[in-house]
């Protein structure tokens, strides 16, 4: 009987924990399928992986897909909860492809990006790199 229980509490201890791995992470950036997830604004491939964006937040907390840190600015415009401190906003460093944190990344402008937008994140300042409100600021500026 005791060895029936101990199975019994270690099958169990076994489900709780795969079930835990096989749920979607709750923060942070979520993995990209490269040249078949879609841009939420555009509706463009995201295949470029030096300019692409996710943005988490909202009612449910969805992760959403950009090709550009243009096209997630814009959209983000539009939304709510797009200016909530608890909206998480990533974009892949120009030069790595690593995520970074869009709102601590520096941004370098007269890059060649999927919607000609022009700005790439960096993970350290580069010169004449501006912070997140700047590039915010400038993209919100032009018509697109």
């Known amino acids: 009987m005791m060895r029936l229980l101990a199975r019994i509490t270690l099958l169990g201890a076994m489900a709780l924990l795969l079930a835990a791995c096989s749920r979607a992470p709750e923060t942070g950036p979520v993995e990209v ?77 007269g890059k060649a990006t999927p919607m000609a937008y022009g700005f790439g994140a960096s993970g350290e300042a580069l010169p004449g790199s501006i912070g997140f409100e700047e590039v915010r600021k400038q993209l919100l500026a032009k018509d697109k």
């Open 33 to 109: 399928k490269w040249d078949r997830d879609t841009c939420k604004r555009c509706s463009m491939a995201i295949s470029d992986r030096h300019y692409a964006v996710e943005v988490r937040g909202g009612p449910k907390n969805q992760v959403f897909k950009f090709d550009d840190i243009g096209c997630a600015v814009h959209w983000l415009k539009g939304q709510p909860w797009g200016n909530e401190p608890a909206t998480e906003i990533w974009v892949t460093d120009f030069r790595s492809g690593k995520w970074l944190d869009a709102r601590a990344a520096h941004y370098v402008a």
